[in-house]
């Protein structure tokens, strides 16, 4: 495992924040992320979408959806499905919530 203090300060522009925050909208309002862990990363255009989700079903649907953004211009899809040894650890944290982290 990595050690906070080693990953280095990234600069986030205000054009990425914003598209960061309107994927992360995007994505609540459809209800995309339920039973999932998702980080939402955006750097000129580009959006990583990167966590657990439940089914390869919602991650194509996170992927697809995701182009459909206003001032997405591709999307990097780093997405895992969950496996049975997951369930214990998403079942833990109650995965009916929607978890979404933007990192800034």
Do not use: K
């Amino acid at each position: 495992m990595i050690a906070l203090a080693t990953i280095p300060t990234l600069t986030v522009n205000p054009a990425d924040r914003d598209l960061q925050h309107r994927v992360s909208l995007f994505i609540q309002q459809r209800q995309l992320s339920r039973g999932a862990r998702l980080t939402v990363l955006a750097q000129g255009g580009v959006v990583t979408l990167s966590g657990i989700v439940a089914t390869f079903h919602q991650r194509q649907l996170l992927h697809s959806l995701t182009r459909h953004v206003a001032g997405v211009v591709q999307v990097h899809d780093e997405l895992d499905v969950q496996t049975q040894d997951d369930d214990a650890d998403l079942s833990q944290d109650d995965t009916r919530q929607t978890r979404i982290r933007v990192v800034c």
